[in-house]
């Protein structure tokens, strides 16, 4: 995939030790959001405020549809869909087949907002102006009675689903089976849950509440993280690190991208070298084994590997750690090897593409030599895990390695 050896050349054409941004492939224009599909085939989509970019295999094509493109999901080996809309009467979610480049209109959805599938029950979920569409195929859908009102974005934690309802959030402990209905004072448009279930909300207008929010209780309570006009998106990379971006209107200055740092409340900025400051969508390339950042701007899309604060040098000349699992791809279990040459305090753990830790192998003291862990295929509360790739962090003492691991069926 060419978006890959891209960003592979790139990285290695840097020095870790300084904060850089560089493109991560060819598209251009408004990046309205990019999509990884992590199941084979592997591919990378694009939206933009006027079509969206496919990348198969070795080749990019450019799709005009002379609407934005807001979101994709994974259909089958050879179609995906997208939804895409700006209040015409073409609002919709589209099937789109990847080697003809010819797609079709599956269900017509006013105003638009997002199109997700659940990465474990395989549900498909699309909200917009006046409601939420659910699928369980893609194809055939549940459409809403009526004007349900809003539906502006998805988070979703093990069982647990939010969404994103204007003045109020839509919460499922049971995978959507059943959904209970939260008021909250401030408008999210745009939420997200970090890897322990606290659920972020971005409360975007001009108003003196205006800023990021957090709920314990997945949008029950809320309390907020900082106040700060015309926020637009918050999402996690696979650090366990929450980054956030602005979206002011084109004649007010934007405050970029910023990394908040919920430990001790306070922002660091990321804008040193991002050619564009307007943040339409933060994101993270799921098939790179180094931790990274995206930013989606009016003027492209844009990778950062390293940060000052997470790039410090170990002054210690001790060997860096290696990762090594095998089989890779395994199915149903792989067994995860690393050695220490001194005693470390470790943390060994499972993270999804959301960035999303779903389970810990080993937490605590380990005394110097080689372990040798097998996980199982299975989140913390036991349930197997569905095909994609997945990122397995050790963290000793102070140092950091991550590795791909491919869960095949």
Known sequence: ???????????????????????????????????????????????????????PEA?????????????????????????MGDGSWSDGIYKLDMETQQYDVV??????HFLYKHPNGGTYFAGGDYGLYTSDDGINWTEPSGNEGPRYDIAIWQDHIA?????SVMHSPDNGETWNTHTASQIFTNITYDPSGTLYGVFGST????????????????????YS??????????????????????????????????????????????????????????????????????????????????????????????????PNPFNPETTISFSLDKPSHCELSIY???????????????????RNVVWDGTDQSGKNVSSGVYSCRLRANEQVVVRKLVMMK
């Open 229 to 326: 006009m015309n926020l637009y998106c918050a999402d996690w990379n696979m650090n366990g690190e929450l980054f956030v971006g602005w979206n002011p209107p084109d004649e007010v200055p934007s405050d970029g991208i910023a990394i908040w740092h919920t430990d001790y409340w306070d922002l660091e900025s990321m804008n040193l070298d991002l050619p564009n400051l307007y943040i339409n969508q933060i994101t993270c390339h799921p098939l790179i084994d180094c931790i990274n950042v995206i930013a989606c701007t009016k003027d492209g899309a844009y990778m950062n590997i390293s940060w000052p604060h997470s790039t410090e040098q170990v002054v210690d000349p001790a060997p860096m750690l290696e990762l090594t699992n095998y």
């Open 1 to 55: 995939m060419r978006t890959l050896l891209i960003v592979l050349f790139a990285i290695s054409s840097f020095s870790l030790g300084a904060q850089s941004w560089l493109p991560i492939n060819t598209i251009e224009g408004n990046i309205l959001n990019l999509f990884y599909n992590i199941e084979a085939p592997y591919y990378s989509m694009a939206g933009t405020d006027n079509g969206l970019y496919i990348e």
């Open 207 to 226: 108003s003196n509440s205006s800023g990021l929010w957090s709920s314990p209780n997945h949008g029950m309570d809320w309390s907020v993280e900082f």
């Open 163 to 167: 969404i994103a309802c204007g003045q």
């Open 352 to 370: 999804n593409v959301k960035g999303q830790r779903i389970a810990t192998l080993i937490a605590g003291q380990l005394d110097a030599g080689t």
């Open 107 to 112: 269900v017509y959805t006013p105003w638009p």
């Open 59 to 83: 080749q990019e094509v450019f799709l005009q549809t002379n609407l934005p493109v807001l979101g994709f999901a994974p259909l089958d080996d050879t179609h995906c869909l997208f939804i």
